[in-house]
């Protein structure tokens, strides 16, 4: 069984081969047909791994056919097994459920697990390499003869002195702490002199807001006393008219008194009639 799996290669008598051995070791009365399951869907997988080497493109039909010496393996569990591979990834196939063939996909740019792969193949010797294995094999080959020819091109440095290399790297530091600490403190600089220049706006805020306030208190200052002093204008000329009305008043009624007396009459003049004659007069 060993060798069938592990050592020779031969995919389209694989199962033929392996089915008797298969049959004997986990027959019925033997300790290992518990194990008959897992063995079976081992040869399956060793089975599609030679495959995939040899074939691109290959027919349900003749997969089947290949399987049909082994119990067990129906088209339908042929067919999960196979889905299964390609959804965990272990194998890189299509089916087409249309024209009932199986893809293998050797696509040269495409990388592929090395577990995956391991769990599929079990690292045998291939027959041919797939055209991603070329691919890889030939970028690490031109990597190779890259890097000798940058060797050659810049060769590496010798190494110095440790002690020597140490003491610059120590300076390197030293001089990269010095131009922080000169940052650092040009930077605390430039913040104070940025709360000095707010505190003083702050203050000449202040000083022009009190200012205005003030002016703005001693023009409505001005503008009462300037009310004031027209009202008091206004209270003097009426006191000054009805001072004046009052004098005319008296006078009127000082001449009408003398009119009566001298024309002898005894007429009741009236004062305000005689008060408007007067003002007429006068």
Do not use: W
Not at 32 to 46: K, Q
Not at 110 to 128: F, I, K, L
Not at 173 to 188: D, H, I, T, Y
């Amino acid at each position: 069984m060993y060798n069938l799996l592990e050592v020779s290669f031969d995919p389209l008598t694989l199962c033929a081969s392996t089915a008797p051995i298969l049959a004997t070791l986990c027959a019925d009365d033997t300790p290992y047909t518990g194990y008959r399951p897992l063995l079976a869907r081992a040869l399956l997988s060793r089975l599609l791994a030679q495959l995939s080497q040899v074939y691109t493109t290959l027919k349900l039909s003749a997969l089947l056919n290949l399987v049909e010496p082994v119990d067990g393996f129906g088209a339908e569990q042929v067919e999960a097994y196979l889905m299964g591979c390609a959804r965990r990834g272990e194998l890189r196939v299509r089916v087409d459920h249309a024209s009932e063939t199986i893809t293998f996909v050797d696509e040269a740019f495409t990388h592929v697990d090395d577990s995956a792969q391991a769990s599929t193949s079990g690292r045998e010797a291939t027959v041919q390499p797939s055209s991603a294995e070329v691919v890889r094999t030939r970028l690490s080959t031109l990597a190779c003869v890259l890097h000798d020819a940058l060797r050659v091109i810049e060769p590496t440095p010798v190494e110095e002195d440790p002690v020597a290399a140490q003491n610059t790297r120590f300076g390197e530091l030293v001089a990269a702490a010095n131009a922080e600490r000169r940052a650092l403190s040009l930077r605390r600089a430039i913040v104070a002199r940025r709360r000095e220049l707010l505190s003083e706006l702050s203050v000449r805020k202040e000083k022009e807001e009190a200012s205005r306030r003030a002016e703005m208190s001693r023009v409505k200052k001005a503008m009462e006393e300037q009310r004031e002093k027209e009202e008091t204008r206004k209270r003097e000329l009426e006191r000054a008219r009805k001072e004046i009305e009052s004098i005319r008043t008296e006078e009127a009624k000082k001449l009408a008194q003398d009119l009566i007396k001298r024309s002898g009459l005894k007429v009741s003049a009236n004062v305000s009639a005689v008060s408007n004659i007067s003002h007429s007069t006068l």
